[in-house]
C-alpha cells in the first residue's frame, strides 16, 4: 500500500529551509486569512443548509432566539453539534496527515499508517462483542484506547527492531500491525452480527446521528494534539532535510519522533472516535496546502487545519443536499467528489515536494 | 391484474405440483424408493427428487416457518444465528448446523457434509411491482457463482417474499405440505391464526393510532412503506393504520436525522436491530415527537409468514395498539 521515499534530500527540502530563510511572508499570511475566512463560509453553511430545508430566516431567528419550534431543534439540537463535529474532524485529520507526511517523507503517508484507524475499528467491534450492545458513548473511549494501543505498539516495535523511530520500518511495522488488527476484526465480525453490524454504522465515515457528548469527549485529545503537532513543526522542517542532517542541526531526533507520532496519534484517534475513518482528508489536504503556502511547517500545519475544516464542512453540507430527504454520508462525498478532484490537482502540479 | 395473475399462475403450479406428488407417492410410504417427489416453486422452478426431501438446508427466516409447522431442518443459512434470534426462542434449534450466520458467508464443506436433499430459500422483489431480478441471487447469496456453487451441492427450491402476505403464507404452507407437514398441524396453527387476526382487527379498530414501523441508525431513520412489506401489508389488511412516508424509494423511505421528526405514527414499532429506545431518544429532532414522549415505542419482529409465527406477533401488536394512545394530532 505504502511507497517511501528514499531519506535523502531533495530540492524540494532545500525550497522549505528557503521559505524560512524569507521570514514570516505577509503574502501566506494573507492566505491564512483567506482559509479563516473560507472555514467561516463553509461553518455558515453548515448551519444554514440541510436535508431539511429550514428557510433562511427561521435558521437566524433559531439561532438569536431560540424557542421551541423545529428550526430550534434542527439548527440548535442537529446542525450546529454537527458543524462542531466537522470542524473537529476536519482539524484533527488535515493536521495529522500533514505530520504524518512530514515525519514519514512520504507523500502517499495517511494518518491511518500506524494502524490508528485498524487498532480504533477492532476496538469497537470488541466492544460490542464482549458487552453485547453498542453504545455510542463508550465507543468513543474504545476507539481512543484502541487507536493508542495500536500505535504504541507499532512504535513499539519499531524502536525495537531498529533503535530508533525512522519513518521506513516505521511505515512497514505500521501496516504490518493494520494487517493483523483488520484480521481480527474480520474474525469477529464474520462471526457475530451484533458486532457486525455495529462495525458497518461505524466503518462509513459520517457526521449523522452522533452523541452530541462524543464531541467533549473526544476535544481534549484533539486539542493536545493539535498543540504537539505545533510545537512538532519546527522540527519537522529539519527532519525533512533527514535524520543526519537534522541531528547534525541540534535536532533530538527521538524527541522528535515522539512528539509527532503522539500528535498524530491522538488527532487521529479524536477523529476516528468521532466521526468512524474518513478517508481521504489526511491523504489530500496537506497537498493542497503545499500548493498554496510552501513547504514550511509552520505555515503547512495551520494551512493544513483550516484547509481540513473547509474539506470536511464542505463535503458534509453536499452531502445533505443531494440525498432528497436522506443523505450521503462525508466519507462516500470525500471518496466521490474527492477522488477526481485529488487527480486533477495531481495531473496540475508537482505534488512530491516534500 | 399482474399479482392477480402472477397468483393463479401459483395456485395451477401449487395444484399441478400437489397432483404430481399425489398421483406417485399418495399410497407408496413403504416403498419410498420408487417414489418421486416433484415441487414447482414461486419463481416456476420445478424440483423433482427420487424421495420426499427430509435432510433440508434452509435460510434462516423461511427455516423459522418450517419448524413452526413441525418440519426440522438439518442445516441454515442467511444473516442472522438462529440461536440469538427472538423468532427462535420457543423453537429446538439443537443439532441444527448452521452453514452461514452473514449474509453471503457459506461453509460449503459443511454444507456438503451434511448431504442436504434440499435447500430452501428466499428472494425479494427489486420494486413495488414485484419484479425479480434473475440477474441477482436469492437472499443470502453473495453472488450468482456462489448460489451455482450451492445449487451443485442440492436443489433450491425458492418463496418470493413480496406481494401479498397472505400468498407467502400459502405459498410457505405448500412447501410445508410438500415436506410432509401435517394437515392438522397446519389447520391448528390456522385456527389460532384467525384468532389472533381478529384480536389485531378490533385492537386496531378500537385505538385507531398511527403506527411506523421503522428501523434506525446513525445514517437515518428508515420508515417502512407497509404495502411493500408482506406481513405488515397483512395487518393493514385487518386495520393497522401504517404511516404512509413521503420519501422515494422502494420498501423503505428514508428521513435523515434533520427530517426525522416529520416521519409521525403515534406508536413506532422498532427493528430488533440498530439503534434501540435510548438511542431514539437521544436525537433532538425526534425526542421531542408524540410517540417517543408518550413511550409507545415496541418491538418490531419480522415473524415468520406462517401462522403460528404471525398469530404470536398479531396477539402482541395487538397488545401493543390496546395500549397505545392517539398523541399526534
Known amino acids: 500500500m505504502t511507497q517511501t521515499a528514499a531519506p535523502a534530500p531533495t530540492p ?68 450546529i453539534p454537527r458543524t462542531i463535529l466537522g470542524i473537529v474532524v476536519g482539524a484533527c485529520l488535515g493536521v495529522a496527515g500533514a505530520v504524518m507526511q512530514g515525519q514519514t517523507r512520504n507523500p502517499l503517508a495517511d494518518p491511518g499508517l500506524f494502524g490508528v484507524s485498524a487498532g480504533a475499528g ?33 512504535f513499539s516495535i519499531t524502536a525495537a527492531g531498529s533503535g530508533t523511530a525512522s519513518p521506513v520500518p516505521l511505515a512497514l511495522a505500521g501496516a504490518a500491525v493494520s494487517a493483523l488488527l483488520d484480521a481480527f476484526t474480520s474474525f469477529i465480525v464474520l462471526a457475530d452480527k451484533d458486532a457486525l453490524n455495529a462495525y ?34 519546527r522540527a519537522l522542517d529539519n527532519l525533512g532535510l533527514g535524520s543526519d542532517m537534522a541531528r547534525s542541526l541540534g535536532q533530538n531526533v527521538l524527541v522528535a519522533r515522539i512528539t509527532g507520532l503522539a500528535s498524530i496519534t491522538l488527532l487521529t484517534a479524536a477523529a476516528t472516535a468521532a466521526a468512524g475513518p474518513v478517508g481521504f482528508v489526511g491523504l489530500v489536504v496537506p497537498h493542497l496546502a503545499r500548493a498554496i503556502v510552501g513547504g514550511s511547517h509552520r505555515y503547512l500545519i495551520p494551512a493544513s487545519m483550516l484547509i481540513g475544516i473547509a474539506l470536511v464542512l464542505g463535503a458534509d453540507v453536499v452531502g445533505r443536499l443531494i440525498g432528497g430527504s436522506g443523505e450521503v454520508q462525508v466519507g462516500i462525498v470525500l471518496a466521490v467528489l474527492g477522488g477526481p478532484f485529488f487527480v486533477a490537482v495531481a495531473r496540475r502540479r508537482s505534488l512530491v515536494a516534500l | 391484474m399482474k399479482r392477480i395473475a402472477t397468483a393463479l399462475a401459483v395456485v395451477a403450479a401449487a395444484a399441478l405440483a400437489l397432483s404430481g406428488c399425489s398421483a406417485t407417492s399418495g399410497d407408496s410410504t413403504g416403498t419410498a424408493t420408487t417414489a418421486t417427489w416433484s415441487f414447482t416453486d414461486d419463481l416456476g422452478k420445478t424440483v423433482t427428487l427420487d424421495h420426499r426431501p427430509t435432510k433440508i438446508v434452509g435460510q434462516g427466516e423461511t427455516v423459522v416457518s418450517l419448524m413452526n409447522y413441525g418440519i426440522t431442518p438439518v442445516g441454515t443459512f442467511g444473516s442472522f444465528d438462529i440461536t440469538k434470534d427472538a423468532r427462535f426462542e420457543k423453537l429446538d434449534t439443537k443439532g441444527i448446523t448452521q452453514v452461514g450466520t452473514e449474509y453471503g458467508s457459506f461453509d460449503l464443506e459443511k454444507l456438503a457434509a451434511l448431504q442436504p436433499d434440499l435447500i430452501v430459500a428466499d428472494v425479494y422483489p427489486v420494486d413495488a411491482k414485484g419484479t425479480i431480478d434473475k440477474a441477482q441471487p436469492d437472499f443470502g447469496f453473495s453472488d450468482l457463482a456462489q448460489m451455482k456453487q450451492v445449487e451443485a451441492i442440492a436443489p433450491i427450491v425458492t418463496i418470493v417474499m413480496g406481494g401479498d402476505g ?52 446513525a445514517d437515518g431513520y428508515y420508515v417502512v412503506k407497509a404495502a411493500e412489506d408482506p406481513a405488515l401489508d397483512l395487518y393493514a389488511d385487518l386495520g393497522v393504520d401504517f404511516v404512509k412516508p413521503t420519501p422515494k424509494g422502494y420498501y423503505w423511505g428514508i428521513y435523515s436525522w434533520e427530517n426525522a421528526g416529520k416521519a409521525g405514527g403515534d406508536v413506532i414499532l422498532l427493528n430488533q436491530s440498530g439503534y434501540q429506545k435510548k438511542e431514539l431518544a437521544a436525537q433532538p429532532t425526534l425526542a421531542k415527537t408524540a410517540a417517543i414522549t408518550s413511550d409507545q415505542v415496541y418491538r418490531w419482529l419480522s415473524a415468520g409468514l406462517d401462522y403460528v409465527g404471525q398469530a404470536g406477533y398479531m396477539t402482541e401488536l395487538a397488545g401493543y395498539l390496546a395500549e397505545s394512545k392517539v398523541v399526534t394530532s
Do not use: C, M
Not at chain 1, 460490542?128 to 504504541?152: E, I, K, M, N, R
Not at chain 1, 452530541?212 to 493536545?224: M, R, T
Open chain 1, 200 to 233: 458497518r454504522l461505524w466503518v462509513v465515515g459520517s457526521l449523522s446521528g452522533r452523541d452530541a457528548g462524543v464531541i467533549s469527549s473526544v476535544v481534549p485529545f484533539a486539542l493536545a494534539g493539535l498543540v504537539l503537532a505545533f510545537l512538532n513543526s
Open chain 2, 166 to 217: 397472505a400468498d407467502v403464507i400459502s405459498s410457505i404452507v405448500k412447501l410445508s405440505s410438500a415436506l410432509g407437514a401435517e394437515a392438522g398441524t397446519i389447520a391448528t396453527a390456522k385456527k389460532a391464526f384467525d384468532t389472533a387476526s381478529a384480536k389485531l382487527q378490533s385492537a386496531a379498530e378500537e385505538s385507531k393510532v398511527k403506527v411506523a414501523t421503522v428501523y434506525a441508525d
Open chain 1, 122 to 154: 477492532l476496538a469497537v467491534v470488541i466492544g460490542v462483542f464482549v458487552f453485547g450492545v453498542a453504545d455510542t458513548g463508550l465507543d468513543v473511549w474504545l476507539a481512543l484506547a484502541g487507536a493508542l494501543v495500536a500505535s504504541v505498539a507499532v
Open chain 1, 12 to 79: 524540494a527540502h532545500g525550497a522549505a529551509v528557503a521559505d524560512r530563510r524569507r521570514g514570516p511572508g505577509r503574502r501566506r499570511v494573507g492566505i491564512l486569512l483567506g482559509l479563516v475566512v473560507a472555514v467561516a463560509v463553509t461553518a455558515a453553511a453548515s448551519v444554514a443548509f440541510g436535508s431539511n430545508h429550514v428557510q433562511f430566516l427561521r435558521v437566524f431567528e433559531a439561532l438569536l432566539h431560540p424557542g421551541d419550534d423545529e428550526a430550534t431543534t434542527i439548527v440548535q439540537g442537529v446542525r
